[in-house]
């Protein structure tokens, strides 16, 4: 990685800010869900995201957009990424949760295997 991150450890796991400039310019918490140290898969999983932050982001904003339109008949036009979940077993699993007005209580959750969507719902789909 060509900026060196500051891991600290939280009450969710091991966690890091991370600026992926596809999502904009505010750190993004990005956890390692119940561990207590970052390790060699929790940094080959942020150097794959910050490498595939546009593949994500692309995909999300299409599913996001069907998804809201589907559930909330509205567009999510205020979505703003807010946490980013890495398992502490799966290399390339990540959860990225969304808050959005549409939806201020449950907000959005989607699940990804490497650059493939498994499910979108609401945010619990990110860390579940």
């Known amino acids: 990685m060509s900026t060196e991150l ?35 898969k929790m940094r080959t999983d942020i150097q794959f995201l910050m490498e595939k932050q546009n593949d994500f982001l692309q995909k999300i904003a299409a599913e996001t957009e069907a998804y809201c339109k589907r559930l909330y008949g509205a567009e999510a036009t205020d979505l703003v990424l807010v946490k980013i979940y890495l398992s502490p077993d799966e290399k390339d699993k990540f959860g990225f949760m969304f808050a959005t007005d549409l939806d201020s209580e449950h907000a959005i959750g989607l699940k990804f295997v490497g650059l493939e969507l498994k499910k979108v719902g609401s945010s619990e789909t990110a860390f579940l």
């Open 6 to 40: 500051e891991f600290y450890t939280d009450d969710e796991g091991a966690a890091v800010e991370l600026v992926l400039p596809a999502f904009g310019s505010k750190p993004i918490h990005c956890i390692n869900l119940e561990a207590y140290s970052a390790d060699d």
